[in-house]
């Protein structure tokens, strides 16, 4: 079955320091992958998607995140953490023509001052 | 634009009890879903509507019911809460069936099923 993994349910960083979430999928065809922010008590919010094209995908907020199809991955990067960056990160995927999405687990960042 | 709207923010229920989760949208979005959240489960795919009048189910359909009569609404049924059903719903919303679009979520529905 097609999945999503996020490896790491949570992730403590210092002000300043990189941030890295990391996210595999599951799958012999490359899906479609997104990342969303979650901040406390509010809905999700796109920080960048991944269709076509460039491999190398930037967001807001300084986020950036690159599809390796041959690692399965599209890890999650910011070179340095600011203290509104805490929140929950979500790593999704579509493997379909509609618009169903496959998350997974959620990653919650912790930064500290 | 006040983007997807869910009402309640919050509610309980007591086991057996029906309710519906409202959500709507002023974008004219064609796709509609809707989510559940738990910890450490990420977010799963409850049913989805690709336009007025055309629902399907998703991952965890059971317990819920759906319908789209206009392009604006879509509310979610509970037919006889439980208590697996407590929860977090989200509503999302896309201006059109397909992965590359960006689908915008509501604020949420916390609900309790005691």
């Known amino acids: 079955a097609q999945s999503v993994t996020q490896l790491g349910s949570h992730v403590s960083v210092s002000e300043g320091a990189l941030v890295l979430l990391r996210c595999n999928y599951s799958s012999s065809v490359p899906p479609y992958l997104f990342w969303y922010v979650q901040y406390p008590n509010q809905g999700l919010q796109l920080l960048l998607k991944y269709t076509t094209g460039a491999t190398l995908v930037k967001g807001i907020n300084g986020f950036e995140a690159e599809f390796k199809k041959s690692e399965t991955s599209f890890h999650l990067t910011k070179p340095s953490a600011h203290m509104s960056d805490a929140a929950e990160y979500f790593c999704a995927a579509s493997w379909t023509s509609g618009s169903r999405l496959t998350f997974g687990e959620g990653t919650q960042l912790t930064v500290n001052p | 634009n006040a983007g997807v709207t869910q009402t309640p923010k919050f509610q309980v229920l007591k086991t057996g009890q029906s309710m519906t989760l409202q959500c709507a949208q002023d974008m004219n979005h064609e796709y509609m879903s809707w989510y559940r959240q738990d910890p450490g489960m990420g977010l799963r795919l409850i049913h989805y509507?690709?336009?007025?009048?055309?629902?399907d189910q998703g991952e965890v359909p059971n317990g819920y019911n759906v319908s789209r009569s206009t392009t604006e609404d879509f509310p979610l049924r509970l037919l006889s809460a439980a208590p697996s059903q407590t929860s977090v719903y989200f509503c999302?919303?896309?201006?059109?069936?397909?992965?590359?679009?960006?689908?915008?979520f509501g604020p949420g529905t916390r609900l309790t099923v005691t």
């Open positions: 999302a919303s896309s201006p059109l069936a397909g992965p590359s679009y960006e689908q915008y």
């Open positions: 509507s690709v336009g007025a009048g055309i629902t």
